[in-house]
């Protein structure tokens, strides 16, 4: 995530940079900064912490001649969220803000280093800026200069560049990071979406992926691979509560839809050609490790859970789950060859944050799994990996609790090249899948009109079961939580071969079972349960690859290569389904009755 502005014209600057900014805060908060340039001058400051921190340095500062200016609000993604890190970063005599990825970043870093080149920041950001001026300085002219940095660049990027060398404009530049372009008479403004310069702008052109140019005296010009391109610009929106949210209705299906992008985020630089790699992490942290135990709540336990068989599978290490709430008071006996790990979207869940100071009491190595960095659980913990999720403002998880467990099946592999305890062909096998997850995440129109139209059929009845096995037991337990937490129906997740011992009492017409039915993973054992119940006459949505004719309804999934690629595709059609179903009774998605976002008391 991340959010940037930018903005060309005679109006004060400041203030444009900073509302916009605002807008923008929910891609995060880590750090803000802004740069101007106005009559030859270059100014640029930058805080730690939410915008207001940049507000207060900024407060005597005005910029009310024609100028240009570019602005960033951080989600740390390469390096601690401290000032150096923070956007825009400097060179000599240019300033640059970015939003994204630069995959081979470290392999451009260390070709300027090598020539001379110091780096300030631990980003991979600063490598453009540098870039960008190693160019000019050969060949002195600006546009060549930024289009020969472009085309250096590798991953994904947004990023706008100002410079004294040529001061009234600024370069552009989008490949797989959202932004737009928006116009009013002879001012041009930049944004990562559109709330920015709602009220501002009147019209705006969303940028193509392998877009680039420049903005120059109230004029943009746009190029692609092919050359000089014409563009058309659109009427801008005006209603604000709708861009905020995308256009979507609500802020969970937003994230829904956003979880194909960021499962890229979550993967870029970490999933490489042969291997795992987590450069926030060294090595040397599992010596002497022969036990994982891992610790959170809710959804977070969820995805604890659905590791849980990927460490053991394929790290061949044991490992333990344990509710927070529960852990801290059962008097557990823990030993140092215990790796801690905790899972928390907030990195502020009290119960979580407890459970691991016990565990560091006791002289366990700890390591935490989080979306905010600078959260009290990333502080308190020996190691931690962020998920790259941005900003989730639904209660309800969904793009958390994906990358979340994308991040334990990575650090499943890493345990086990570290450990040595994986063959190559599993490890090929697994980095493939990987890679294909970003689009097993897709939602697709065809779906998502399915699902709306199968939840009317389930707005009653005394109760939901959503059973599977392996896996797809953890993922039954996140879709029966999605679905009690924003339809408040009763819903229970199940392992499906438990069901004879005792819940199938429950079983008849009324009761509805959600089964997920993969294909790659124990199909017979959990068709055999689902058969069981369907003799019950239990009202049955059956979600497989392979259909089922005893199924009332039946979603068909197209992925049937590897467990983890189902569980993706098995996992968005459950959170559509409660999506769906809570909509038609009415309720609050994003903000469900009892429920907070962050839960920080016991
Ligand atoms: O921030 P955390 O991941 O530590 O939060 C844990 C739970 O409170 C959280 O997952 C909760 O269950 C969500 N509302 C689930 O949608």
Known sequence: MCGIVGYLGKNEKKEILLDGLEELEYRGYDSAGIAIIENKQLK????????????????????????????????????????????????????????????????????????????????????????FEKNHKINNNAWASFQETIEKLEGAYATLLITEADEETIYFAKNGSPMLIGFKEDEVYFASSDTPIIGKATEVYYLEDGEFGYARHGKVYLFDANGQKTFTKQALATDKALAQK???????????????????????????????????????????????????????????????????????????????????????????????????????????????????????????????????????????????????????????????????????????????????ETLEKELLAMRQTPKALLVNNKLHHKMTRLSKRYLHGHGFFFIGRDLFFPLALEGALKLKEISYLHAEGYPSGEMKHGPIALADAELFTIALMPKSLHYDKIKSNVEELCARDVTLLAISPEPFDLADDFVQTSYSSHPMLEFFEMMVITQLLALEISVRLGNDVDMPRNLAKSVTVE
């Open 246 to 424: 995308d256009g979507y209705r609500f802020f969970m299906e937003k994230e829904i839809y956003e979880q194909s992008s960021v499962m890229h985020d979550t993967i870029i630089g970490r999933v490489l050609d042969e291997k795992i790699d987590f450069e926030e992490l060294n090595p040397e942290l599992f010596n002497n490790i022969s036990n994982i135990k891992i610790c959170a709540c809710g959804t977070s336990y969820h995805s604890a859970l659905a590791s849980s068989y990927l460490f053991e599978r394929l790290s061949k290490i044991p490992c333990q789950i344990e509710i927070a709430s529960e852990f801290r008071y059962k008097e557990p006996l823990l030993h140092d060859d215990t790796l801690f790990i905790t899972i928390s979207q907030s990195g502020e869940t009290a119960d979580t944050l407890e459970a691991l100071k016990m565990a560091k009491r006791a002289g366990l190595k700890s390591l935490s799994i989080c979306n905010v960095d600078n959260s009290s659980i990333v502080r308190e913990s020996d190691a931690a990996v962020l998920t790259r999720a941005g900003i989730e403002k639904g209660v309800a998880s969904t793009k958390a609790f994906a990358t979340q467990t994308m991040v334990l099946w990575m650090l499943a592999i890493y345990v086990a090249q570290v450990k040595k305890s994986i063959s190559k």
């Open 44 to 131: 640029n400051f930058k805080a730690v912490g939410r915008l207001k921190n940049l507000r207060e340095k900024t407060k005597d500062y005005l910029s009310e001649g024609f100028g240009v200016s570019i602005g960033h609000t951080r989600w740390a993604t390469h390096g601690k969220p401290t000032e150096l890190n923070a956007h825009p970063h400097m060179g000599a005599y240019s300033f640059v803000v970015h939003n994204g990825i630069i995959e081979n970043y470290q392999a451009l870093k260390k070709e300027l280093q090598s020539q001379g080149v110091t780096f300030l920041s631990q980003t991979d950001t600063e490598t453009i800026v540098h870039l």
